[in-house]
């Protein structure tokens, strides 16, 4: 729990209150269904709320403070006033993050931070008690939430950092800041709100830039928009791939029913991993976590328990096995990088027939068509005999599917996909399911789940 007094609050913020100094909080929370006594609660404000208007049912559950905009205290509790609450929140866990003297690992990337935040984690978690980014709060409400979770028993810190445009990462940066950074890959995710890679770049870039003298940096040497970050970091830099000859490299990659085998090379270290998941792009999740873990002191024996135990996260390359088929649930998000990797994923699993489930992926702006169509041309070519399409603009999929020979089917909703499929269904099918996680594509798991 993260304890502060009145004083506390208005070093870290600068705002200003009238009234009893001697207060001190149990705990900081945005939500008051989570207040309880001694509570000090932030009064955020957002285009669909307003966190004011709950600072009665604060005080009703126990709260003994608020943080509020200037002109918006109230009767009733001890009211800190601020320009901007959510500002004030970020600097409060930019307060509290300096109570810790531990390495604190920040990820982001275009695809794959989700993964490599748990992996470092579980690698990190056989040496220290890690504090993680819990679910998807990796913005800027949900990154000072995690940090606001430090307490004394914590010796490191993973944090996830997503972005939609420019300066988003170096907010969240200055929040956090990380001693260690991970940029996983620049890809086409965003590329409607920030025109070119080049740009999706520099944003990602910010989380490097943003690194101090004694920090280091963690690079995919195989992404050349990543590769290059190390011009601009202060600090260390480790680097890590495939097919480069980085610092952390992995090769001789064996795929089995159940994983990937893969030599990995760490310095002067030489060691056998398992990884309990499919595709190549787990393969490099990893290899960053082996990066982090080494950077830390961790031993490559523990490296290797870490992520032969690693489960993965639900709807995240999920494999759910039925008596007769099997599916990679993979339907949490997608976009151009993580759809071609998930695509050529599914290839290690057993099958007869590979089959593709898909919904649109978004955001993608001008590059929407051709983002897609590549989709489509990338099924031909990785042997796929059917697919299914959910979405306008997966019809572009469809189309280029077609034109290399894939059975198509055009679909409505989940229901109508799982009903197209069960009329064709054969046994030894391996089935992706995948779309952006505005068309819910976990629906069509489910769908099928119930005809069981």
């Known amino acids: 729990m993260a304890q502060f007094t009145v004083q506390d609050i208005l070093q870290a913020t600068g705002g200003t209150c009238t009234g009893d100094n001697s207060i001190q909080f149990a705990d900081i929370s945005t939500d008051t269904r989570t207040i309880e006594a001694d509570y000090l609660f932030v009064a955020l ?3 669909t709320f307003d966190g004011h208007d709950f600072i009665k049912t604060a005080i009703e559950k126990g709260a003994t403070g608020a943080i509020v905009e200037n002109g918006h205290s109230v009767e009733g509790i001890l009211c800190i006033e601020v320009e901007n609450t959510l500002k004030a929140y970020q600097d409060l866990a930019n307060f509290h993050r300096h109570r810790f003297n531990i390495p604190t690992v920040a990820i982001t990337g275009s695809s794959g931070k989700t993964t490599t935040k748990e992996m470092v984690a579980a690698v990190l978690s056989t040496e220290f008690n890690v504090l993680k980014t819990e679910k998807n709060f990796n913005n800027e409400i949900g990154l000072p939430k995690t940090l606001l979770q430090l307490t004394n028993e914590h010796e490191a810190c993973v944090v996830e950092m997503g972005m939609r445009g420019l300066g988003q990462i170096e907010e969240l940066a200055l929040i956090a800041e990380p001693t260690i950074g991970i940029i996983t890959n620049v890809g086409t995710s965003h590329i409607e709100l920030l025109g070119s890679k080049e740009s999706i770049g520099e944003a990602k870039g910010e989380l490097i830039r943003c690194l101090g003298t004694d920090s280091i940096s963690v690079l995919n040497e195989d992404d050349s928009f990543v590769s290059a970050m190390s011009a601009i970091a202060k600090g260390k830099t480790m680097t890590y791939g495939i097919h480069s000859n980085a610092t952390i490299k992995g090769s001789h990659l064996r795929y089995k029913k159940d994983g990937i085998k893969f030599t990995c090379k760490a310095y002067d270290d030489v060691f056998d991993v398992f990884l309990p998941m499919i595709g190549e792009h787990n393969v490099y999740d990893a290899l960053a976590a082996i990066a ?3 950077a830390l002191g961790v031993k490559p024996s523990k490296i290797k328990k870490g992520l032969s135990e690693f489960t993965g996260t639900p709807m995240r390359q999920e494999i759910v096995a039925f008596d007769d088929i099997v599916i990679l649930n993979d339907a949490y998000n997608a976009n151009p990088s993580s759809m071609a990797e998930a695509i050529k994923a599914l290839g290690q699993l057993d099958g007869k027939r590979k089959i593709a489930m898909l ?4 955001e993608l702006g001008d590059f929407t068509e051709e983002g897609h169509r590549q989709i489509g041309r990338l099924l031909g ?17 469809a189309k280029e599917a077609k034109l290399v020979g894939l059975e198509v089917h055009r679909c409505n909703s989940h229901l109508e996909m799982a009903n197209a499929y069960q009329d064709i269904r054969e046994k030894g099918d391996v089935i992706l399911v995948k779309g952006s996680r505005g068309l819910r594509m976990e629906r069509v798991v489910d769908e099928l789940k119930d005809r069981e």
């Open 292 to 294: 982090a873990g080494r």
């Open 381 to 397: 070519e990785e042997k796929y005999s059917v697919l299914f399409t959910f979405g306008d603009a997966a019809d572009f999929i």
């Open 45 to 47: 404000r957002g285009d």
């Open 359 to 362: 919904g649109d992926m978004l």
